[in-house]
């Protein structure tokens, strides 16, 4: 298993682990961003959020909520900032679904979501056009 995600959940690797469900594990990250940050990932083996059934996608989205409330609650955080990197070309690192829940607190200097894109500076496309093409493809749920 190359998977080192996988590995944590087979007990082959020690994590911290903070959760758990039958699908869903939620540990400490090993490289946190602040004091609590949690990765909250689905025990079947997924690459991308594309990849998770419908249902697993929901519990993981549940457990992370359940994390940000705690870590608000334990370390006086006035709020999380919860993220996917979905893909290599995202900064995903670990080709298994995984969501970061890091606390946040006021003057951390961390940003919004926002400031991952300080170069975006292009014109955006039409919204009715995009969301038309969206419509589309979401219209079959065998696409979703």
Known sequence: M?????????GEIPGEVVAETDEILAFLDVMPLADGHVLVIPKLHART???LPEHTAGTLMQVA?????????????T???????????????????????VPRFAGDGAGSLHSAFPGFAKEPSPLPAISERLRRLLADPADV
Do not use: K, W, Y
Not at 2 to 10: H, L, N, S
Not at 65 to 77: I, P, Y
């Open 79 to 101: 709020g999380t900032t919860m993220g996917i990197n979905n893909g290599a070309e995202t900064g995903q690192t670990v080709p298994h679904v995984h969501l970061h829940v």
């Open 49 to 51: 959020v594309e990849e």
């Open 65 to 77: 909520s359940r994390v940000s409330g705690a870590l608000c609650r334990e370390f006086g955080a």
């Open 2 to 10: 190359d998977c080192i995600f996988c590995r944590i959940v087979a």
